[in-house]
């Protein structure tokens, strides 16, 4: 969160002193959980997947990863 300071007073964005701060570390949470939900696991110069699946879902496909692998074209399940 930045602090709303008229643009004369200061020529960039300043941090607001107690937004949020012990929370920062929250935001990376979501794409951890992605993450291991769909059991990504850079091999090299590839993309692997072993996801946690329910029964139900038979198939698991995603694509246009990008990472040092390059762009993943499609990671793929069962």
């Known amino acids: ?14 941090e607001y002193p107690t937004a949020s ?7 990376g949470t979501p794409l951890l959980l992605l993450r291991e939900v769909l ?8 993309l ?3 996801p946690v ?3 139900e879902i038979a198939e698991l496909s995603i694509s246009g990863i990008r ?3 390059g762009e993943s074209s ?3 399940s069962r």
């Not at 969160?1 to 300043?14: E, H, I, K, N, V």
């Not at 701060?21 to 935001?27: D, E, I, K, L």
């Not at 059991?39 to 590839?46: E, N």
């Open 39 to 46: 059991g990504l696991r850079p091999d090299g110069s590839k």
């Open 67 to 69: 990472g040092r692998w």
């Open 1 to 14: 969160m930045f602090a709303g300071y008229p643009r004369p007073l200061t020529q960039f964005p300043a």
């Open 21 to 27: 701060s012990p929370q920062a570390w929250a935001t």
């Open 53 to 55: 699946l329910p029964p």
């Open 74 to 76: 499609s990671v793929g």
């Open 48 to 50: 692997r997947s072993d």
